[in-house]
């Protein structure tokens, strides 16, 4: 709060619609860059997802710069990507994350979605930490923008102004619709049902204990099928929360909801007969078994109007084979933070959020494009894709393939700098090309800049 403001800079009244994994963190990101935040949640939290979630470098490197404590989300810090075969169970491409911190300067954590979310809210609510702590307000479901007027209205007939105005809820967003974005969108080729297994509950059985591997494996993926196991072991451990995918002609969940009733477990294995019979022991074991909607949202045209903005799968919803869903909010909400901070906000809203929106949209749409390639070929997936040694290796493209590098080695205050600068009609000195360094060669050949 003490560093010294740039001229024009003034403290907004942000608001934050939707308290999700997004919301909490851009309340984070904001109150840290002196402004003062109400998030609006239409729920009472009562029914969060119970299931995994991934943070890869990209995404803990925000948590740690904004002081988040990361130990009460209970991660498993990651050791490998390992995918097998669908009926043996034998390794097929194993991707060691053995230098990842010392490459990237941040682990990769599995976090529980509830853990991660009472992490985040409470850095968001408490008192310690910069800035003011921002206020959450429940039961308070957005209906309505009048954009012109930067007025919300929700659905309990309650009416508040902002100076600027975060859309982060979620994937069904009102918010995007006051914009003008009306998606175009399909039910995907592949369902999903995810299960819990208790790892104590395998073990008692004698089954294998995959928590001891903290990894996140993937069963399938090179045959070029929908059909996939994703296991991803959080709670320090002691949960295995498994994402089960098949063709969506073996059973269409698209228009079920989470959080209704559990399906049995023989729904769960009806799709894999031929599955290693390890992996399905456990999902016999399965609870909490929910269908995860699967929906494929073509890129949006942009991210914001006026003084209104789409954060996290409001901005860009997108398929979970990159697990990037998470990061990607904890992007935007780190570049909102950076852009409303006291070196860089002059106090036109309408100009930072522009820049949001270049920064934002083709670094999103790039990781969008990337998970649907990595939905039916796991080799297009961060981290595989840099496996080319292995018998099935076959991206679409090698030049086009997302790497690990891209996703890490990105600086996103370089980026701004960049977009800042163009913006304003300045000339844009450091070394870098949209965040990358000039020069790095990703390991498709790419050379950033050539
Ligand atoms: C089962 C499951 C597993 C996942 N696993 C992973 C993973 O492993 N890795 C990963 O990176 N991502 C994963 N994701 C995706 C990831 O959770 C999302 O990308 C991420 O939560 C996006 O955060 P968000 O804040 O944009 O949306 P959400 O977390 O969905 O939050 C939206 C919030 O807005 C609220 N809201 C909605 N409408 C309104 C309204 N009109 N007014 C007020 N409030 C409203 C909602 O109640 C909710 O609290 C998973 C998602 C699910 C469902």
Same mark, same amino acid.
């Given at each position: ?55 890869? /470098? $990209? @995404?803990?490197?925000?948590? *740690?710069?904004?002081? =988040? ?7 498993? &810090? ?76 929700? /659905? $309990? @007939?309650?009416?508040?102004? *902002?100076?600027?105005? =975060? ?7 009102? &918010? ?275």
């Amino acid at each position: 709060m003490g560093s010294l403001s740039t001229p024009g800079w003034r403290q907004l009244n942000v608001g934050v619609i939707g308290g999700g994994i997004g919301g909490m963190s851009v309340a984070i990101a904001l109150r840290r860059s002196g402004h003062l935040v109400t998030i609006y949640e239409r729920a009472d939290f009562a029914g969060e997802v119970g299931a995994s979630v991934s943070c890869a /470098a $990209n @995404g803990t490197r925000w948590l *740690h710069e904004w002081g =988040v404590d990361v130990a009460k989300g209970d991660p498993v &810090v990651l050791k490998s990507l390992i995918n097998r075969d669908w009926k043996t169970g034998e390794p097929v491409s194993v991707y060691s994350l053995d230098d990842y911190e010392k490459r990237w300067g941040y682990v990769y954590n599995m976090f529980h979605r509830q853990y991660m979310h009472a992490m985040l809210k409470d850095c968001a609510l408490q008192e310690e930490g910069e800035g003011v702590p921002a206020k959450l307000v429940v039961n308070h479901k957005c209906e309505d923008i009048d954009l012109e007027k930067g007025t919300i209205k929700f /659905a $309990n @007939g309650v009416t508040v102004h *902002h100076d600027l105005i =975060v859309g982060s809820d979620g994937i069904g967003s009102a &918010v995007r619709g006051v914009l003008g974005i009306h998606p175009a969108k399909r039910p995907a080729d592949s369902s999903c049902l995810h299960a819990n297994v208790k790892t104590e509950d395998a073990v008692k059985l004698g089954l294998v204990d995959y928590s001891q591997d903290s990894a996140l494996e993937y069963w399938g993926g090179q045959e070029g099928k929908w059909d996939k196991i994703v296991l991803s072991p959080c709670n320090g451990g002691k949960l295995l929360s498994y994402y089960c995918f098949f063709p969506r002609e073996k059973g269409d969940y698209s228009t079920q909801q989470w959080g209704t009733e559990d399906r049995p477990v023989e729904e769960l294995l009806a799709p894999f007969p031929e599955l290693d019979a390890q992996v399905k022991a456990h999902l016999a074991i399965g609870i909490e078994i929910q269908p995860w909607r699967l929906w494929v949202h073509d890129p949006y045209p942009y991210m914001h109007k006026n003084t209104t903005c789409l954060l996290g799968d409001a901005g860009h919803p997108m398929m979970p084979h990159q697990s990037q869903g998470a990061c990607m909010a904890i992007e935007d909400a780190a570049a909102l933070g950076i852009l409303f901070n006291k070196q860089n906000f002059k106090g036109d809203v309408a100009e930072c959020l522009d820049v949001y929106t270049k920064v934002r949209l083709p670094r999103v749409t790039r990781v969008q494009a990337a998970a649907a390639k990595a939905a039916y070929n796991i080799n297009e997936r961060i981290g595989f894709s840099a496996n080319k040694d292995i018998a099935t290796y076959k991206v679409e493209d090698e030049k086009k393939k997302l790497t690990i590098e891209e996703m890490n080695a990105y600086d996103m205050y370089k980026d701004i700098d960049e977009e800042l600068a163009k913006a304003r009609g300045q000339e844009y000195k450091d070394k870098y090309l949209h965040g990358l360094p000039i020069g790095l060669e990703l390991p498709n050949g790419v050379v950033i800049g050539a």
